[in-house]
């Protein structure tokens, strides 16, 4: 991934052109159109990869207590086809895709988040969003929430947290659940965010959980800034 200025950018109502690479409707899926260059080796990363909504979804809701950082799930359940050319990688799965946006820098109101989703038996999605505000600013916010198969959405009674052990970068991590959670796979582990893939209990089922956690003071602190145009260039 790569930070583009407004410069390299440009949106009509079926496609959104960021420097080389593009998302665009085709009508039936949504389709990403990747040629970038890896970091910090550089490599070349070419290929599609096309999603297919079970259901669109409308949905946007604050995360915040002022309303100026806002959430939503476009496709809570979808399904994903990954074909790239370089490096030559093919294979297809369960997929989610989601927006943020946000009317001021997310530390400005934000501690940390832990947040997850799990599908569910019926094929309706669970999500989660556990979200600390910072100390002192009583911004603290919960979002249990299940995406119905038909389109409708429903508010559900958040299980208690669960301590998870803390990451190799020593980021500390919680986890709703009915029982004790156990990690699965630990997908990405950086200083200031992480991904995993728990098993938990959640609405009386045993669920494999996409979870992952914020830590907004590491991410803003000036090591950490350094850091991140090593990983994610940035052309203006």
């Not at 998302?23 to 159109?33: H, T």
């Not at 950082?69 to 809570?76: N, Q, V």
């Not at 995993?196 to 830590?215: D, R």
Request: proline share 7%; hydrophobic share 35%.
């Amino acid at each position: 991934m790569t930070e583009r200025g407004a410069t390299h950018c440009h949106r009509d109502d079926r496609q959104f052109t960021i420097g080389p690479s593009q998302l665009r409707w085709d009508g039936n899926a949504l389709v990403f159109d990747i040629n970038e260059i890896g970091v910090p080796i550089p490599h070349r990363v070419r290929g599609q990869v096309r999603v297919h909504a079970d259901t669109w979804f409308n949905f946007s809701t604050s995360i915040d207590a002022l309303g100026k950082h806002r959430w939503g799930p476009l496709a809570p359940s979808a399904r994903v086809e990954v074909n790239l050319q370089h490096p030559s990688q093919q294979w297809s799965g369960n997929a989610y895709l989601d927006s943020n946006e946000g009317d001021e820098p997310i530390d400005r109101s934000c501690h940390e988040w832990d947040w997850s989703r799990s599908p569910m038996k019926d094929g309706s999605t669970a999500v989660i969003y556990d979200i600390q505000g910072k100390p002192g600013m009583q911004d603290d916010k919960l979002l249990a929430l299940r995406f119905k198969a038909d389109g409708n959405v429903e508010n559900f009674q958040a299980p208690p947290r669960q301590t998870l052990s803390p990451t190799l970068w020593r980021i500390q991590r919680r986890m709703r659940s009915d029982s004790a959670v156990q990690v699965k796979e630990q997908l990405e582990d950086t200083p200031f965010y992480q991904r995993a893939l728990l098993k938990s209990s959640l609405l009386g089922e045993e669920v494999q959980s996409f979870h992952e956690t914020l830590y907004v003071p590491r991410l803003v602190s000036p090591v950490v800034q350094a850091m991140l145009p090593w990983r994610m260039p940035r052309r203006r």
